[in-house]
């Protein structure tokens, strides 16, 4: 028994998957709907995740932006006057966050 004194009802999977189903077309928020149905949000929140998860049989994927890709540079040549032997290419890349990326000699 609850705090109140009063029975919670016990609902199978295929009755949450059908309250889901019925949220989503709804247009309230879950929040609003819990409310609505007399279900606790938090209990709502954990079927909608068991339930995503035995849709797709593993456990349901976070949307998230893409992570940064490769952008192609064009090519680099220095100026021909300043190629010598004992000179030698430096390339210094800053990444962000104090990353610096250096190749060659200084």
Same mark, same amino acid.
């Given at each position: 028994?609850?705090?109140?004194? #009063?029975?919670? +009802?016990? &609902?199978?999977p295929a009755q949450w998957? !059908?309250?889901?189903?019925?949220?989503? /077309? =709804?247009?309230?928020?879950?929040?609003?709907?819990?409310?609505?149905?007399?279900?606790?949000?938090? #209990?709502?929140? +954990?079927? &909608?995740?068991?339930?995503?998860?035995? !849709?797709?049989?593993?456990?349901?994927? /976070? =949307?998230?932006?893409?992570?940064?890709?490769?952008?192609?540079?064009?090519?680099?040549?220095?100026?021909?006057?300043?190629?010598?032997?004992?000179?030698?290419?430096?390339?210094?890349?800053?990444?962000g966050h104090g990353w610096?990326?250096?190749?060659?000699?200084?």
């Open positions: 028994m609850s705090k109140s004194g #009063t029975r919670r +009802a016990r &609902r199978t998957e !059908a309250l889901l189903a019925e949220q989503a /077309r =709804s247009g309230l928020s879950q929040e609003a709907f819990c409310r609505l149905q007399g279900l606790g949000y938090s #209990t709502f929140c +954990a079927w &909608r995740a068991r339930c995503g998860k035995r !849709a797709t049989g593993r456990k349901p994927q /976070r =949307s998230v932006a893409p992570r940064a890709t490769f952008i192609e540079l064009p090519s680099f040549a220095p100026p021909a006057a300043t190629i010598s032997n004992d000179t030698a290419l430096h390339v210094e890349l800053t990444l610096v990326l250096r190749i060659g000699r200084r």
